[in-house]
């Protein structure tokens, strides 16, 4: 990212990084490398109802541009009142009705503040390590990318093609659920970890229910 922001010297651009889920590794020291140089976006979205653990949907996104923000999604209707030095929110976003999304987030921020979630992001990025060492470990399955942070890419190995069957059969078993997706061209298999409450037996279960319907 320091590398793509350097560019700007050459090429004027604005430089908006998606960071979903991403963004919160850099509570973890061994993994906030990843997301290094993140601060020198232009504007920056993540989602909250991933590893916040918030209600869905509920996002936050940061902009160093708030003028241009508003000029974009300004309102001009009169009851909505006038733009002002610190627009109301009408006025930097397309939504008008729109839930107090950020109640969720004060709530659990005050709850377990930063260490509290710190602890949640390494959690869930070992057990997802786990499940890749489960998954390398069996004949039947192979990972289709290195375990970097809390998402294990995997399929199949001899059909990958099986894919989708697998799915539906893990999430008919009741003890997990992983979605499918296509990494390189290959259909693949997709665990992601966010949640507080998964444990080291969860992800156990997890790799049982794989194997039974990997066949």
């Not at 020198?40 to 909250?48: F, M, P, Y």
């Not at 610190?86 to 503040?113: I, K, M, V």
Request: glycine share 6%; charged share 25%.
């Amino acid at each position: 990212m320091r590398a793509i922001a350097a560019l700007r010297e050459r090429y004027p651009f604005w430089l908006h990084v998606d960071a979903a889920f991403g963004a919160f590794a850099a509570l973890s020291p061994g993994h906030a490398h990843l997301v290094d140089g993140l601060g020198e976006a232009d504007s920056i979205c993540l989602d909250l109802h991933k590893w916040l653990n918030v209600p869905y949907d509920s996002a936050a996104q940061f902009t160093r541009r708030r003028d241009l923000q508003a000029r974009v999604f300004q309102n001009s209707a009169a009851y909505l009142g006038p733009l002002g030095d610190r627009p109301d929110f009408l006025h930097l976003t397309p939504e008008n009705s729109r839930r107090l999304r950020a109640l969720a987030a004060w709530f659990t921020l005050a709850a377990y503040g930063r260490e509290g979630h710190a602890e949640i992001v390494r959690r869930d990025i070992a057990l997802a390590a786990r499940l890749g060492e489960r998954l390398a470990a069996m004949p039947a399955y192979r990972l289709l990318a290195p375990v970097r942070l809390n998402v294990v890419c995997f399929t199949l190995a001899d059909a990958p093609e099986r894919a989708a069957e697998v799915a539906r059969a893990v999430a008919e078993s009741g003890e997990a659920f992983v979605t499918t997706t296509e990494y390189a061209g290959v259909p693949a298999l997709r665990a992601a970890f966010s949640n507080w409450r998964t444990t080291e037996a969860d992800v156990d279960r997890a790799a049982k229910a794989l194997e039974r319907a990997a066949g």
